[in-house]
């Protein structure tokens, strides 16, 4: 174990061996800023004052070349070699609510969602610990790094925890998924992590806005605010934007949800449709930041919004809510991927 400082906080917590510094922060409980946990947002950038540190990825995209000068580093990237003296920026609103933790996770069962997007059922040793809307990073074998993805089920105590995942064309994480996982297969889980989890002492309405398999973290927000009565005061709006409209999906997860078609509603649109389909397709067409405007349309102010998708949607989506309409920040939750 090393000892890691951090300058002018007060605060000091122990990072185990081959945990980065964000992990070691965040098993410690402190509120240690990130996003992504993977090297490309650059949210848990830090300034090494003293200690010794080996570097995950040099070129992680996080990091600026004026960083680099600055000798700033990404606490997702870096495991300490030696006891280390830092300085970076706590933030409370970061403080994790439920400490992450690593441990052995064993496929037990596979569910296939659309064409290209399947779920993977692991099972853990101890109840499966997280808030609705958070994710995981896996550490696959044969494939360098973790991968981050997002819980779909429930916090539950047998353990379980469901993941809905896209395969990506020449990914190694999920082709090592869809080709090289079978059940009984052992991984190792680390999380829960992200900050795009339901805040369930809100009384503003909600909306869900996903996009490929960013569907899976707001199935489990639908089905958290269910599960709770919530939906017995408030409303849930549930956009979902695909290519095509063989890649639409969600709508049979929401269906099996108590208040479907009346507190819950659901609105996919396709960004794209061929000429053999048109007749087939009775939805919207074209990007999910337009259909958003048009059906909440004045009321955009008077909800909460979770999303998780491509990253094109997402800025997509908060130049409509941030730039146009001037939905408080505040009323707003994602967790960066790239």
């Known amino acids: 174990m090393t000892t890691i400082h951090i300058e002018g906080s007060g605060q000091t917590f122990a990072c185990a061996p081959n945990d980065t510094l964000l992990a070691g922060g965040l098993r410690a409980g402190l509120g240690m800023p990130y996003e992504c946990t993977a090297g490309a947002c650059g949210t848990c950038k830090f300034e090494l004052l003293e200690g010794h540190l080996e570097v995950l990825w040099d070129n992680a995209p996080g990091l600026s070349a004026r960083d680099h000068a600055k000798n700033r580093k990404l606490a997702c990237q870096c495991r300490p070699l030696t006891d280390c003296r830092i300085k970076m920026r706590l933030d409370d609103a970061c403080v994790p609510q439920v400490n992450p933790r690593k441990q052995t996770a064993t496929l037990i069962a596979t569910n296939e969602i659309t064409h290209d997007i399947r779920e993977f059922r692991f099972a853990t040793d101890t109840a499966a610990a997280f808030r609705p809307g958070q994710f995981a990073t896996l550490q696959l074998p044969g494939v360098n790094g973790t991968r981050a993805y997002s819980m779909s089920n429930l916090p539950n105590s047998e353990g379980e925890w469901h993941f809905q995942v896209r395969r990506v064309q020449g990914g190694n994480g ?165």
């Open 174 to 338: 999920s082709n090592t998924l869809f080709d090289h996982l079978h059940t009984g297969d052992q991984i190792t889980l680390d999380g829960p992590f992200g900050m795009a989890y339901l805040r369930e002492d809100s009384v503003r309405d909600v909306v869900c806005i996903a996009g490929g398999s960013g569907l899976a973290p707001m199935v489990s927000i639908a089905r958290a605010m269910a599960n709770a009565g919530q939906l017995a005061t408030r409303r849930l709006h549930f956009f979902y934007g695909a290519r095509t409209q063989r890649d639409v999906c969600g709508e049979a997860l929401l269906e099996a949800l108590p208040g479907f078609g009346d507190r819950i509603r659901f609105y996919p649109a396709i960004s794209s449709v061929h000429e053999h389909e048109a007749s087939n397709w009775n939805g919207r067409i074209g990007f999910i930041h337009e259909y958003l405007e048009e059906v909440l349309g004045a009321d955009l102010y008077g909800h909460d919004y979770y999303m998780a998708g491509p990253t094109p949607m997402i800025q997509a989506v908060l130049d409509t809510l941030q730039t146009r309409h001037n939905v408080d920040k505040s009323q707003i939750y994602f967790d960066r991927f790239f």
